[in-house]
């Protein structure tokens, strides 16, 4: 553990860098509840294969805006042209 400048207490990896502080403190080792919130973590969950998490962390937003959000629904209705 290592306590912050803000004197929260995190793992190692979690005070390494602001987007990891961020991921640290409001989604890891909570649960992922929602049909669409889990296919975005598969889905970041595969891309990762290879990279660093906190690659995937930087670019979530453009995977966000590139798979619609992840709203399955939408995803499914994705065509070659699209």
């Known amino acids: ?3 912050g400048a803000d ?5 190692f990896w979690g005070a390494s860098a ?7 403190d409001t989604e890891w080792g909570r649960p992922v509840r929602g ?10 969950e595969a891309f ?4 660093s998490w ?7 937003p ?3 805006r590139a798979f619609a959000g992840f709203a399955i629904e ?8 699209d």
Request: proline fraction near 0%; charged fraction near 25%.
């Open 48 to 51: 990762q294969s290879g990279l």
């Open 62 to 64: 453009a995977f966000r």
């Open 35 to 44: 049909d669409d919130a889990l296919f975005e973590r598969m889905c970041l």
């Open 1 to 3: 553990m290592v306590v």
């Open 18 to 24: 602001a987007d990891y502080m961020a991921y640290h």
């Open 7 to 11: 004197g929260r207490a995190r793992c």
């Open 74 to 81: 939408a995803v499914a209705a994705f065509t070659a042209e």
């Open 54 to 60: 906190i690659t995937i962390l930087r670019k979530r």
